[in-house]
């Protein structure tokens, strides 16, 4: 029996791992796709922008989320359960695509591939791991390191590597492909520049492919056929060797905006606020009085971006949520206050 393929999509925290899936769906080439989409924190938003596309390749009862922390650290709960599902189906999918957790140890759900009622039926087609070049250009993913020595000099137990800095190292380690996305905001000498040092990350004979917006060519990341679970030992990791990982490095929660006026004095806030509580990503849906559709707030570092989508649909509730994601010990009362929320359900 043909085993199934899975790609694993990774990539930190607003890489665009959601846009490259959509780009996949309405370029599918007639295959039946299932997407597990998996997020930290409790708003759904990846899947909700997957979600209501229309697409025949991918039907909404195929999409299925896991949001109950990252997928590395629930794989026997969540992700073991959800696949073995899929793979009962009397019509199974033709190709599983797995969006991880931007704060998801890619090496686990691999592993997770050995598991003798998944091994038979299914294989880890490849991991491609998505990089923000715009913020990897400006340096969020790595220590300054004249900072560092610094700092190691006045602290000799001092670790050497940032929970952000290792878990991108672990990211790029564990890939088969590499795509450098969002180009287009970065010059091309600059490009040029962080490929050489992305050189010496990979594993020898991984790619690194440019793209603007997640376009690439899906018969390019579907197919091939690299049996990552076949070659675990060959994916270093800086966590080897733990029972566990947990990600109390990381915090998210919720901000509760209820209907807004207009979104100008929100971004203005979440500007000011980004840059005084370091906070890595922000991403929802806000609605605004007088506009039928609801806008999607995305927000990487200090790059703030949004659109209009969809129609609020009948029933829907109008209000405006976010979740705000960071390193541990953000300041949650003040970051609440400059954006003036209500009171959220953690």
């Known amino acids: 029996m043909k085993k199934i393929p899975a790609t694993v999509i990774t990539g930190f925290l607003g890489a665009g791992k959601t846009t490259l899936i959509r780009h996949l769906i309405e370029h599918a080439g007639g295959r039946r796709l299932a997407l597990i989409i998996n997020e930290f924190g409790d708003v759904g938003v990846d899947g909700a922008l997957v979600q209501g596309c229309g697409d025949e390749a991918c039907p909404d009862e195929d999409i299925i989320e896991l949001a109950n922390g990252c997928i590395c650290c629930t794989v026997a709960d969540d992700f073991l359960p959800t696949m073995q599902k899929l793979l009962d189906r009397r019509t ?71 929970p952000i800095e290792e878990l991108f190292e672990d990211q790029l380690a564990c890939a088969d492909l590499v795509l450098l996305n969002k180009t287009d905001l970065v010059a091309a000498d600059r490009l040029a520049a962080l490929e050489q040092g992305l050189a010496g990350e990979i594993r020898p004979g991984v790619r690194i492919l440019r793209t603007a917006r997640g376009e690439i060519d899906p018969a390019i990341l579907l197919g091939l056929d690299a049996g990552a679970e ?56 806000l609605a605004i009085e007088g506009r039928p559709a609801r806008l999607v707030l995305q927000a990487v570092g200090p790059r703030i971006q949004h659109h209009y989508d969809r129609h609020w649909q009948a029933g829907e509730p109008r209000r405006s949520r976010l979740v705000v994601i960071g390193q541990s010990g953000m300041d949650r009362a003040a970051i609440e206050a400059a954006l003036g929320a209500r009171m959220a359900a953690a």
């Open 92 to 162: 199974p999918p033709d190709h599983i695509i797995i969006e991880t957790s931007g704060l998801a140890l890619p090496k686990p759900l691999v592993k997770a591939f050995q598991w003798p009622d998944i091994r038979t039926r299914s294989t880890v087609d490849g991991v491609i791991a998505l990089i923000d070049a715009d913020a990897l250009a400006a340096g969020r993913f790595a220590h300054d390191e004249a900072a560092l020595a610094a700092a190691r000099a006045a602290d000799p137990t001092l670790d050497h590597d940032s």
């Open 230 to 285: 076949d070659r675990i030992d060959d994916r270093p990791s800086h966590h080897d060797g733990e029972e566990e990982h947990d990600h109390d490095d990381f915090e998210s929660f919720i901000v509760d905006l209820g209907e807004l006026a207009g979104p100008e004095p929100l971004l203005a806030a979440l500007a000011r606020s980004i840059a005084a509580h370091d906070i890595l990503r922000v991403k929802g849906f």
